[in-house]
């Protein structure tokens, strides 16, 4: 598909338990997004990679969050030890190299934390 | 830091109405302004943008202007349909910074027959 993938769609864990989300981004695109979303609210910024570094990640809520992109394409968001209060959507998105483009982004994982 | 205030909704709107979605922004440059949309069951995706004071955006009939001295970028349609029926979220991105989106909290529209 052309488009910014997903998986898993939906995902229920146990408080404490780790949880990895994966994001597979529009081919050739260098730079990667993940945000968080809330029920009411708008995309929460998490992290930010251009290629396989990191470029940003001041929206990391804590250290049980961290994130990779080992080969500059396919991303894995991973979880240690979850709460109840991680339960969110998760959403990826991807964009080209120019800054000011538009950010394409995939259905999202929706995460619920027993 | 930057931030992006929207109006609360739900906006119940008959078909055929003229639409108006607030949007006000604080940043500390000169951001690009974007509206995107997340229809039911389905990613946001881009209606418009625009990057600099007094450009106007347009797209499947939705307009809005960047206004610098007031600091918004309010949606506009003149008439709506039932299929515009979705989720609209106003966003930043500063130039010269970081260039991560920043998004409002989103205003739920609908539109009925």
């Known amino acids: 598909g052309a488009g910014v993938s997903q998986t898993p769609s939906n995902k229920v864990t146990e408080k404490g338990k780790y949880v990895e989300l994966r994001c597979d981004p529009i081919s050739g695109h260098t730079a990667l997004y993940w945000y968080r979303q809330s029920l009411g609210q708008g995309p929460e910024f998490l992290i930010y990679f251009q290629g396989t570094g990191a470029a940003d990640d001041s929206g990391l809520p804590n250290d049980r969050f961290f994130a990779v992109r080992p080969e500059g394409s396919v991303s894995t968001l991973k979880i240690q030890r979850t709460e109840r209060g991680d339960s969110a959507v998760y959403l990826c998105?991807?964009?080209?190299?120019?800054?000011?483009?538009?950010?394409?982004f995939g259905p999202g994982t929706r995460l619920t934390v027993l | 830091g930057n931030s992006v205030t929207q109006m609360e909704g739900p906006v119940t709107l008959s078909e055929e109405a003229f639409l108006t979605i607030n949007c006000t922004y604080t940043?500390?440059?000169?951001?690009?302004l974007f509206w995107y949309v997340q229809y039911p069951g389905e990613g946001l995706q881009l209606l418009l943008k625009?990057?600099?004071?007094?450009d106007k955006g347009s797209n499947k009939g939705f307009e809005a202007t960047y206004r610098k001295e007031t600091t918004s970028f309010h949606l506009e349609k003149g008439s709506v349909q039932v299929s515009d029926s979705a989720v609209y979220f106003c966003a930043l991105s500063e130039t010269g910074g970081s260039y991560i989106p920043t998004f409002g909290r989103g205003t739920s529209l609908i539109v009925h027959p």
């Open positions: 625009a990057t600099k004071a007094d």
């Open positions: 998105a991807s964009s080209s190299s120019d800054p000011r483009g538009e950010l394409f």
């Open positions: 940043a500390t440059g000169y951001p690009s």
